[in-house]
């Protein structure tokens, strides 16, 4: 089995930075997908950011210039460093791999999400 574990959000002000980070643990062989999601109340949960093939990274157009996605591919571990916040970016944030495990029944690729962190930007 495998755990995606969240850490780093919080309350800031407007304009004030955090840094979200994510680590997949249990019978992680690899991963080959990273990603962070939010889900602010009321609304559907979107995508914030990702790494694609090639090591290239998209971002939704409402965080570029401001949110850095990154990883420690030795530690299984993604981060989102967010910057310049606003109240607007107040969600629950939640990591998304693509992870092969190892299994009774040999090595099998799965998708897993963390728990979730909420981080609220508010003055």
């Known amino acids: 089995q495998v755990q995606l574990v969240e850490s780093g959000g919080g309350l800031v002000q407007p304009g004030g930075s955090l840094r979200l980070s994510c680590a997949a643990s249990?019978?992680?062989?690899?991963?080959?997908?990273m990603a962070w999601y939010r889900q602010a109340p009321g609304k559907e949960r979107d995508l914030v950011a990702r790494?694609?093939?090639?090591?290239?990274?998209d971002y939704a157009d409402n965080v570029k210039g401001r949110f850095i996605i990154s990883r420690d591919s030795a530690r299984n571990t993604v981060y989102l460093q967010m910057n310049s916040l606003k109240p607007d970016d107040t969600a629950v944030y939640y990591c998304?791999?693509?992870?092969?495990?190892?299994?009774?029944?040999?090595?099998?690729?799965?998708?897993?999400w963390g728990q979730g962190t909420q981080v609220t930007v508010s003055s």
């Open positions: 998304n791999m693509g992870v092969v495990e190892a299994t009774a029944m040999g090595d099998r690729a799965n998708t897993y």
């Open positions: 249990g019978s992680t062989r690899s991963v080959f997908f």
């Open positions: 790494f694609r093939s090639g090591g290239f990274r």
